[in-house]
C-alpha cells in the first residue's frame, strides 16, 4: 500500500494520512478494529477504503467494500480496478450484486471462496448464504449501512471476527456520534484535497 500511496497522481493531505496510520495500526495491532470514518463528500475517504484493502491483501488476506447500490458498487469497481491496473497491484478485485445472474455470481463466489479474489465489492449481496469468504480480515461499510449486530454476526460467521470500519459523510457532533458509534473509534477527515 506504501507503493500505491506514492504512486497516486495527487498527495493525500495530512488527515488522510493519519486517518490511515491510525488504521493500520489497528490492522495490525491485537484487537479488532472497530472505526468510523467522518469527511465530507469529495474529503477522500474512498482512497483511505481502498489502501485499507491493499493492507489487508497484502498480508494475505480478504477485504469486502459493501455500499447501498448497485450503481456505487459498479462504480467503486471499476475505480478500483482501474486504478491496480494503472500502478500494477495484483489484486483481483471482484463486484457481487443482486441483479447478476445465477451463472455470474455462482463464478464469483468460486474466486471469493478459493481466496482468488482479494478484494470483494458489492451490495449486502456480499453476506447472503451462498458467500463463502477465504479469510475475510476486514469489512468496510458507508453509514447507510449502519452495520447491525445482526449483519457483523453474518460477516463472523463468514469470517474469524473481521474488523470493521464505517464510512460517513454526515457531520455528527461528538456527542451524538458516542451514542450512535460508541462501540467505535473515530477518525475525522477535516480538510479537502487540493484539486
Known amino acids: 500500500s506504501g507503493n500505491l500511496i506514492n504512486s497516486l497522481p495527487y498527495s493525500?493531505?495530512?488527515s488522510q494520512l493519519r486517518t490511515y496510520e491510525e488504521i493500520r495500526a489497528?490492522?495490525?495491532?491485537e484487537k479488532m478494529m472497530s472505526r468510523l470514518i467522518q469527511g465530507d463528500v469529495g474529503s477522500g475517504k474512498t482512497i483511505i477504503a481502498v489502501l485499507s484493502l491493499v493492507c489487508v491483501c497484502e498480508s494475505g488476506y480478504q477485504g469486502a467494500f459493501m455500499v447501498p447500490t448497485e450503481v456505487l458498487a459498479n462504480q467503486h469497481y471499476?475505480?478500483?480496478t482501474k486504478l491496480f491496473e494503472e500502478n500494477n497491484i495484483p489484486i483481483k478485485t471482484v463486484l457481487l450484486t443482486g441483479s447478476m445472474t445465477t451463472k455470474e455470481?455462482?463464478?464469483v463466489y468460486e474466486l471469493i471462496?478459493?481466496?482468488e479474489a482479494g478484494i470483494v465489492i458489492g451490495t449486502h449481496a456480499?453476506?447472503?448464504e451462498s458467500v463463502n469468504y477465504h479469510n475475510l480480515a476486514l469489512v468496510i461499510t458507508d453509514e447507510q449501512h449502519r452495520f447491525g449486530v445482526r449483519q457483523r454476526e453474518l460477516f463472523s460467521k463468514k469470517g474469524k471476527e473481521p474488523n470493521i470500519l464505517v464510512m460517513s459523510a454526515t457531520p455528527i457532533p461528538r456527542t451524538l456520534a458516542l451514542i450512535l458509534y460508541?462501540?467505535?473509534d473515530i477518525s475525522i477527515i477535516n480538510e479537502l484535497p487540493a484539486d
Request: glycine share 14%.
Open 12 to 14: 493525500l493531505t495530512a
Open 26 to 29: 489497528d490492522l495490525m495491532g
Open 78 to 80: 471499476h475505480t478500483i
Open 105 to 107: 455470481k455462482r463464478a
Open 113 to 115: 471462496e478459493s481466496g
Open 126 to 128: 456480499l453476506i447472503q
Open 182 to 184: 460508541g462501540d467505535m
